[in-house]
């Protein structure tokens, strides 16, 4: 007769994310009972709250956590971690909201690691991450003493991770000067062609630049072209996105930046719903891609090295070490972390 063996927290822990997982699979599958109901209802929320969160980009981002939230992909994840149930430190997560969900990486790292949560919500992104919470809750209830919601300002905590702009990183490290931190400023990621993609890996390209409306630090931003690129094939393979522009948001942006532009009479190609712009920048605005001409192959690779520590990707074929392949910006591992900064590592940290 075997031995029933215990199930430890820490497993207890991974069967409770991984049923978040199993539920985003049976929204998927149109199998409804009352939380996959609410889910919809908190998708209606969120999008009509915030209109960057269209329902297609809602389910983007679901789709990715139905994918990695498998017991298989959160043990593999931690397997090369030690992982153990010491008396836990409160981590104060003070949020991003510009993509839906953009948070929830952080809440599981430090979940999963058995620490305590201090979570400040964006009010941009605050619906779903309060229905995972209370679906996670309903299926390990020992999170309930895990997790605190903050409204204003957080009080009481051993360590922080704060995500935001380059201007409020600046108050993130005066304010929290005293304690252990991760802050995340602004990045951007660029793409290098050859010139010899084909059309295929063009049109993967597309997704990395508008996915999201292209407002998470893993879009595209910039592209390096080769002298005498053909822009003609560039922009036949971004059609495929060219109903973006109905979007009252990004058409807006669009708009503007045209007008901008022309006033400024500064030089650019466009196709009716994205603009290419030469420039030496790296930020571009929403419905703006910037690109720079390269020569040297090699010149460019030390031109992107002294940038490397405000890049998140980079996009490209056989160029880069840690490159990301064409249209896979949106869907990192779940040990990709941001700013290529290990948060389980910096939790564990005593």
């Keep these: 007769m075997k031995t029933k063996t215990k199930t430890t927290e820490l497993e207890k822990r991974i069967i409770a994310f991984s049923e978040i997982g199993r539920l985003l699979n049976r929204y998927f599958s149109n199998i409804d009972n009352e939380w996959t109901e609410e889910l919809?209802?908190?998708?209606?929320?969120?999008?009509?709250?915030?209109?960057?969160?269209?329902?297609?980009?809602?389910?983007?981002?679901?789709?990715?956590?139905?994918?990695?939230?498998?017991?298989?992909?959160?043990?593999?994840?931690?397997?090369?971690?030690?992982?153990?149930?010491?008396?836990?430190?409160?981590?104060?997560?003070?949020?991003?909201?510009?993509?839906?969900?953009?948070?929830?990486?952080?809440?599981?790292?430090?979940?999963?690691?058995?620490?305590?949560?201090?979570?400040?919500?964006?009010?941009?992104?605050?619906?779903?991450?309060?229905?995972?919470?209370?679906?996670?809750?309903?299926?390990?209830?020992?999170?309930?003493?895990?997790?605190?919601?903050?409204?204003?300002?957080?009080?009481?905590?051993?360590?922080?991770?704060?995500?935001?702009?380059?201007?409020?990183?600046?108050?993130?490290?005066?304010?929290?000067?005293?304690?252990?931190?991760?802050?995340?400023?602004?990045?951007?990621?660029?793409?290098?062609?050859?010139?010899?993609?084909?059309?295929?890996?063009?049109?993967?390209?597309?997704?990395?630049?508008?996915?999201?409306?292209?407002?998470?630090?893993?879009?595209?931003?910039?592209?390096?072209?080769?002298?005498?690129?053909?822009?003609?094939?560039?922009?036949?393979?971004?059609?495929?996105?060219?109903?973006?522009?109905?979007?009252h948001k990004y058409v807006s942006n669009y708009n503007y930046n045209r007008t901008i532009n022309l006033i400024d009479k500064n030089a650019f190609l466009e196709n009716g719903f994205l603009i290419l712009k030469e420039s030496k920048e790296n930020h571009s605005p929403i419905s703006v891609l910037l690109y720079e001409y390269y020569k040297n192959i090699k010149d460019l690779k030390k031109k992107i090295e002294l940038t490397e520590k405000d890049l998140q990707c980079i996009v490209s074929s056989n160029f880069y070490k840690n490159e990301v392949k064409f249209g896979e910006t949106q869907n990192p591992k779940l040990s990709d972390y941001a700013d290529n900064i290990d948060t389980i590592d910096f939790l564990l940290i005593k």
């Excluded at 600046?170 to 252990?180: G, S, V």
Aim: charged share 25%.
């Design 40 to 247: 919809r209802l908190k998708i209606n929320e969120a999008s009509n709250k915030n209109p960057w969160f269209t329902k297609e980009n809602i389910d983007l981002s679901l789709k990715y956590w139905s994918e990695k939230l498998t017991i298989k992909k959160l043990k593999s994840w931690l397997s090369s971690y030690k992982l153990s149930d010491d008396k836990p430190n409160t981590i104060a997560v003070i949020m991003a909201g510009n993509l839906p969900l953009v948070g929830f990486h952080d809440l599981l790292c430090v979940l999963i690691a058995g620490q305590k949560l201090a979570i400040k919500f964006s009010n941009n992104d605050d619906v779903l991450m309060r229905f995972m919470i209370k679906y996670l809750i309903f299926k390990n209830v020992n999170f309930k003493d895990y997790i605190i919601i903050n409204d204003s300002i957080i009080k009481n905590f051993d360590k922080v991770i704060a995500t935001g702009s380059n201007n409020t990183s600046r108050y993130f490290d005066f304010y929290f000067r005293n304690k252990p931190s991760i802050i995340r400023k602004n990045r951007f990621s660029v793409a290098v062609l050859s010139g010899k993609e084909s059309k295929i890996e063009l049109e993967k390209l597309s997704n990395d630049i508008f996915t999201f409306f292209g407002l998470g630090c893993r879009n595209v931003s910039k592209i390096y072209f080769p002298i005498n690129y053909n822009f003609d094939v560039f922009f036949k393979s971004m059609y495929k996105w060219e109903n973006i522009i109905y979007n």
